[in-house]
């Protein structure tokens, strides 16, 4: 799917009046509302002030992507809006944000919507594209500049993937070689950025780097256990938990996702520096799982970063469960309750299955899934037995 076919002109909106960051959440929000893109306004401003309040999605660069996925959104869509003098959108550059494109993603999206909005991600971090959109005059002179970004892409990702797993003359060789996981709660934006940001960084320095992604649609660009035993290090950006036990022994680099995007060249160089001390699975005796890099968070980061783990993997049975119940109301308000005159027997089902099945699930796995991320496997079982 192209990036154009969800950002269209009704989804422009050229230049934005508001001269803060609520005042720009306020004006994409009705630029999409106005387009027939949203069932509950309230609800999707609701869910993209819940993102920012998680962290901000001004990345830097002059660049926002403030975005949310939620039953809110009837068709996904992506609105786009400029402010030549700048908003304090308190960016991890802490610099004026200039371009901002709202990503609205329905819950349980379809795969080809979720890879066109990480390649928008993705195209934002070339300099050039930033450029001309900030210039651009008319709502056709954004879609033709993102259409032609698009084409570039699509290009980029069939040579990758024509590549991938090919051995090359040097693969045995000294030659530089950083692996990179990169992992954000919605699986949208910032996985993609800080995938993207480390690519180009890693190219001007002339090191060979591979990023697996750990987004919305699942795991793309598996780091195989032939990548690890080659690589010189790992760079781990994430805020949610992903698999860390497979680089026991390895020089590893863990950080927030936004650090990804902000200071790839440390990481690395961090990540190259054999000298450190290496890291300790889980499995092993180190509990915590942590680097001995010096990268270790502060603890709301820390905290954040389970609590995460666990909300991301418990939603699916908050909309699954929600979904099936709401369809035995359409039976009639009491069709489940077999006292009830309205009773029926496939509506009982659905609820039972939704109420008694998918919503029972919900704190196990919530609290499954935090304790993994805590403890790894070992913690797992424990995490689900506590939960139920």
């Known amino acids: 799917m192209r990036i154009t076919e969800l950002l269209t002109k009704d989804t ?31 609800s999707f401003k609701e869910a993209i002030h819940n993102r920012e309040s998680q962290s901000t999605t001004g990345i830097g660069e002059g660049i926002a992507i403030p975005h949310a996925k939620v039953s809110a959104v009837t068709t996904p ?19 004026p944000a200039h371009l901002f494109f709202m990503i609205a993603a329905p819950e349980g999206g379809a795969q080809t919507h979720l890879d066109a909005l990480a390649k928008l991600s993705g195209i934002l971090m070339d300099e050039k594209v930033r450029e ?4 651009a005059n008319s709502p056709e002179e954004v879609l033709q500049i993102i259409d032609q970004a698009d084409d570039e892409a699509t290009e980029e990702e069939a040579t990758e993937e024509a590549t991938q797993g090919v051995a090359t003359d040097n693969e045995n060789s000294n030659e530089p070689y950083v692996l990179a996981v990169t992992a954000c709660p919605t699986g949208i934006a910032h996985t993609y950025m800080a995938r993207d940001a480390l690519k180009k960084q890693a190219e001007k320095m002339n090191v060979k780097i591979k990023v697996e992604t750990n987004g919305s649609g699942g795991i793309k660009n598996h780091l195989t256990d032939e990548d690890i035993q080659r690589a010189s290090g790992i760079i781990v950006a994430a805020d949610v938990h992903v698999e860390t036990d497979r680089f026991d022994g390895k020089n590893v680099v863990e950080v927030p996702v936004a650090d990804g995007i902000k ?13 450190r001390k290496p890291f300790v699975a889980r499995s092993g005796n180190k509990a915590s799982g942590q680097s001995t890099s010096n990268e270790k968070q502060g603890v709301g980061k820390t905290i954040y970063k389970h609590l995460m783990n666990g909300v991301s993997n418990m939603l699916p049975l908050v909309i699954a469960g929600g979904i099936l119940m ?16 309205e009773y029926n027997a496939f509506a009982e089902q659905l609820w039972n299955i ?16 935090i304790a993994r991320s805590i403890a790894d496997k070992p913690g797992f079982a424990a995490g689900l037995v506590g939960g139920v």
């Open 132 to 135: 001309s959109l900030l210039h």
């Open 263 to 275: 200071r790839p060249e440390e990481l690395i160089n961090l990540a190259q520096d054999t000298s």
């Open 12 to 42: 422009i909106a050229m230049d934005l009046s508001s001269t803060e960051k609520n005042g720009v959440i306020d004006e994409l929000v009705n630029q999409l509302d106005k387009a027939g893109k949203l069932n509950d306004v309230t």
């Open 354 to 369: 939704g109420n008694k099945s998918a919503f029972m699930l919900i704190i196990p796995i919530l609290a499954g899934y």
């Open 77 to 95: 869509a992506i609105a786009f809006g400029k402010s030549k003098a700048g908003v304090d959108y308190q960016s991890l550059d802490m610099q």
């Open 326 to 341: 709401a369809i035995a109301f359409l039976f009639g308000a009491n069709s489940f309750d077999p006292k009830s005159s």
